[in-house]
């Protein structure tokens, strides 16, 4: 195993509750270091481009309006493993067949609103983490 990079975003139905503080603990927790982090509003066209590989997907309208409808915590995790192990944290994309002590089974309210998203593979972190942060931001 490496030392790893993934980017995360606490999705806008966790800012509305409050979340963000339960949500870094379960990762900091788990030995994963917030590196860096950013709260912003993403525009429509940020949230577009930001989700482009799923432009064809039948939910990829909603999903858009849902990412923009609220602040977003976008944030760079870094440790052993760290895709893999920051995808075990999240759980599974829908909420009904996540694990017990997962985010998304703790506190997601729905498939679409699943209160966190993560990274699936190295060059998508690369790529997720340089579409909101410098280097020099990044401070692990
Ligand atoms: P992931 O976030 O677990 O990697 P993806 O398949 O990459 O899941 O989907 C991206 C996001 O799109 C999901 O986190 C969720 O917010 C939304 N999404 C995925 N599948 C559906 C669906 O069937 N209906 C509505 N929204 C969905
Ligand atoms: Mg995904």
């Known amino acids: 195993m490496a030392t790893e990079r993934t ?6 139905d966790a800012t509305r509750r ?3 503080g339960k949500i870094n603990a379960k990762f900091e927790e788990k030995g994963l270091t917030i590196a860096a982090t950013k709260r912003l509003h993403l525009t429509k066209a940020q949230a577009e481009a930001f989700y482009a ?3 064809a997907r039948p939910f990829f309208n909603d ?3 849902f990412m923009i409808s609220g602040p977003v915590v976008a944030q760079v995790l870094v440790g052993e493993n760290a ?3 920051n995808r075990e944290i999240m759980g599974a994309t829908n909420p009904a067949n996540a694990e017990p002590g997962t985010i998304r ?3 997601a309210e729905s498939i679409e ?3 966190v998203h993560g990274s699936d593979s190295p060059e998508a972190a690369a790529n997720e983490i340089s579409f909101f942060f410098a ?3 990044i401070v692990a």
Request: cysteine-free.
């Open 113 to 115: 609103a699943n209160s």
């Open 63 to 65: 999903l858009v309006s």
């Open 135 to 137: 280097e020099i931001e």
């Open 83 to 85: 895709i893999a192990q």
């Open 105 to 107: 089974k703790e506190f």
């Open 7 to 12: 980017l995360s975003i606490i999705k806008p």
């Open 18 to 20: 409050n979340l963000t």
């Open 53 to 55: 590989v799923h432009s």
